[in-house]
């Protein structure tokens, strides 16, 4: 197989400031080289592509996602049963090419309607379908009349397509495991009102014991665990458990930072939702006020902090991606070389493939962007259009190398 070598390239490897005038070499799947023009000689047979400068950075994961939304909160349907299981799995298939086009070439599911997740992945997996690396999840667990536990008791019905009614502890184990067993490798748990759930944000739905039995349960089986998570009180008692994905986190302050940091749980922000619908909710307001300011903090102090949002709620489509990233940049205040980071470096450790993802170095799968532009110096160029050329796995999956 022929190889495909980038020459003349910005590098952005993930962890260090760009390095201009690079050579990568991909064979296969794999980068196998990364340096000086003519790192590793030419070969008869090698694709060379001079990019002329533009920047090599590698795929980035975003990891609260949405697959199965479109337009959610457009109608009375209850959430998560707006649309068929064989629609909405064509429709997650969709949002998920969206989001490879964007240059997100890992996503990790944060609930998603009807059980449809874990047989996209199966498609894609097996070929079927193109598609980013994906972690499915499946329904959202929380407890009986909750802030989403939003269908009518007169309907008969034990809950919408979205949600998974639990209450007990021993609930909580059945609800984990009956997600597993359907192919879910991330849960998620409606843990407080608060950021986009009607109920209030300082209600907790769950008990500690239900919170606990969810969180070991999730893990005995080795899928990830996460919640939406809104105040405090509910945001403390979650990390001292070993939730891995604090979802929202808007009350963070310095003790939640100190926890955070210590056990090395991590959070997705996902603020570029509440400033958006700023205007409709004031309380948002104060609520980004507050994580415009304490993000810098935990971003210095160290916290494993994450992209992802709720994209496909009204409004706020799946695409729009790049909002996000002009907001932690010029809203939030954080460098584009440390939102590059969560992107990419963070986001592989997340789903654990560290070894194999997140950077640009031999012996890493080929998951790269080209950028035209340096997005450390100017975060627009990747958030304001799809790059030049998506590569997954060291194939181009979206747009071009010319
Ligand atoms: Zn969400």
């Not at 599911?109 to 499946?138: C, H, M, N, T, Y």
């Not at 008791?153 to 809950?159: I, R």
Request: contains cysteine.
């Amino acid at each position: 197989m022929e190889r495909l070598v980038l020459r003349n390239a910005n590098v952005l490897d993930g962890e260090h400031p760009a390095v201009g005038g690079r050579t990568v070499v991909i064979d296969g799947d794999h980068i196998t080289a990364v340096g000086e023009e003519g790192v590793a000689g030419v070969e008869a047979g090698d694709r060379v592509i001079d990019l002329g400068g533009r920047t090599v950075m590698p795929g980035m994961a975003t990891c609260h996602f949405h697959s199965t939304y479109r337009d959610l909160g457009a109608t009375q349907a209850p959430y998560g049963s707006e649309f068929p299981p064989a629609y909405m799995a064509l429709l997650s298939h969709q949002n998920l090419m969206t989001a490879l086009s964007w240059g997100y070439t890992t996503v990790v599911g944060a609930g998603a309607g009807q059980d449809v997740e874990p047989g996209v992945k199966q498609a894609i997996e097996s070929g079927l379908v193109p598609g980013p690396r994906f972690v499915p999840s499946g329904r959202e667990l929380s407890t009986t009349a909750h802030g989403n536990d939003v269908v009518p008791w007169y309907w008969d019905m034990p809950a919408s397509g979205a949600v998974r009614i639990c209450d007990g502890a021993d609930g909580f184990r059945v609800g984990v495991r009956e997600q597993v067993k359907r192919g879910a490798e991330v849960i998620k748990l409606f843990v407080t009102g608060g950021h986009g759930v009607l109920a209030p944000k300082d209600r907790i739905e769950l008990t500690r014991d239900e919170l606990a039995a969810a969180i070991d349960a999730a893990h005995e089986k080795d899928v990830l665990i996460r919640g939406h998570l809104v105040n405090k009180r509910a945001i403390m008692m979650a990390i001292e458990l070993g939730i891995d994905i604090v979802d929202h986190c808007d009350d963070m302050d310095d003790e939640v930072i100190a926890a955070l940091v210590a056990t090395g749980t991590f959070v997705v922000p996902s603020i570029y939702f509440p400033k958006v619908f700023a205007k409709i909710f004031p309380d948002n307001d104060a609520a980004l006020a507050h994580m415009y300011d304490v993000l810098p903090k935990a971003e210095a102090a160290g916290v494993l902090l994450l992209l992802g949002d709720d994209y496909g709620a009204t409004m706020f489509p799946h695409g729009s991606y790049g909002g996000e990233l002009h907001t932690y940049v010029e809203d939030a205040s954080i460098a584009p070389l440390a939102v590059l980071r969560w992107a990419t470096v963070n986001g592989a450790r997340l789903v654990g493939r560290s070894d194999e993802l997140g950077t640009i170095a031999p012996g890493k799968l080929a998951d790269l962007l080209v950028v035209d532009g340096d997005p450390s110096a100017d975060i627009a160029v990747l958030a304001d259009c799809p790059p030049v050329a998506v590569i997954k796995g060291g194939e181009v999956v979206a747009g071009a190398l010319h």
